[in-house]
């Protein structure tokens, strides 16, 4: 059984960087494509970026590119989101989610997800 636990979040100030961190525990992981989603207050889940199994290929959602960068380490494990340039539209709780191989920004599409963790970035 896959399992994901986020850590990282916090309480920021805008502009300033944070580094969210996604451990995964299951033999599969390292053929799955993984990628962060969040949800802020009120507003339905969105995608935010996705990156394959080798690592090769990246994609993010236009609010956040340029500012964030997804990045996975096979050999241990954790998924990366490292979030520069924060803004308050960036509040949400951020969840990992791990799908069988293949690009997608849909959530149904994903099987398996973490409990979040909360971002709060003031001004």
């Known amino acids: 059984q896959v399992q994901l636990v986020e850590s990282g979040g916090g309480l920021v100030q805008a502009g300033v960087s944070l580094r969210l961190s996604c451990a995964v525990s299951?033999?599969?992981?390292?053929?799955?494509?993984m990628a962060w989603f969040r949800q802020a207050p009120g507003k339905e889940r969105e995608f935010v970026a996705a990156?394959?199994?080798?690592?090769?290929?990246?994609y993010y959602a236009d609010s956040v590119k340029g500012r964030f960068t997804i990045a996975r380490d096979n050999a241990k494990n954790p998924v990366y989101l490292q979030m520069d340039s924060l803004n308050t539209e960036d509040t949400a709780v951020y969840y990992c989610?791990?799908?069988?191989?293949?690009?997608?920004?849909?959530?149904?599409?994903?099987?398996?997800w973490g409990q979040g963790t909360q971002v709060t970035v003031s001004s």
């Open positions: 299951g033999r599969i992981f390292r053929s799955y494509t």
């Open positions: 989610a791990a799908k069988l191989p293949g690009r997608s920004s849909r959530g149904n599409e994903y099987d398996y």
């Open positions: 990156i394959s199994w080798s690592g090769d290929s990246t």
